[in-house]
């Protein structure tokens, strides 16, 4: 499985950006996704995650109210919708496809990566 990462760049404090993770095989459709972020000098982070059908969605708490995840399993495209972007969310993101159906926090259930987007939140 190949993911594609992309949307990521320079926004104001407050403004928005939509990232999208694209999988390269038909199969990865019945996995579950999830967004992780890494911050320059700071260890790889759970962002959001969601399953196989859309069905179930997590979100890490500094992100709750501000991001939602969605995904398109007609394009085998996964979402990261990021609004009220804030300093502290500058990290590259990176999608990564679970071995399971339903995603999760945890980095070693995702053995397919993506290879990362940055997004830069200036103030």
């Known amino acids: 499985v190949q993911l594609q990462a992309s949307g990521g760049g320079l926004v104001q404090v407050g403004g928005s950006l939509r990232l999208s993770c694209t999988a390269s095989?038909?199969?990865?459709?019945?996995?579950?996704v999830g967004w992780f972020r890494q911050a320059p000098g700071k260890e790889r982070e759970f962002v959001a995650s969601?399953?196989?059908?859309?069905?179930?969605?997590g979100l890490a708490d500094s992100v709750k109210g501000r991001f939602t995840i969605s995904r398109d399993r007609a394009s085998n495209t996964v979402y990261l919708q990021m609004n009220s972007l804030r300093p502290e969310d500058t990290a590259v993101y990176y999608c990564?496809?679970?071995?399971?159906?339903?995603?999760?926090?945890?980095?070693?259930?995702?053995?397919?990566w993506g290879q990362g987007t940055l997004v830069t939140v200036s103030s």
């Open positions: 990564a496809t679970s071995r399971y159906a339903t995603g999760s926090q945890r980095i070693q259930d995702y053995p397919y």
């Open positions: 095989r038909r199969t990865s459709s019945n996995n579950g």
């Open positions: 969601i399953s196989w059908n859309g069905g179930n969605t």
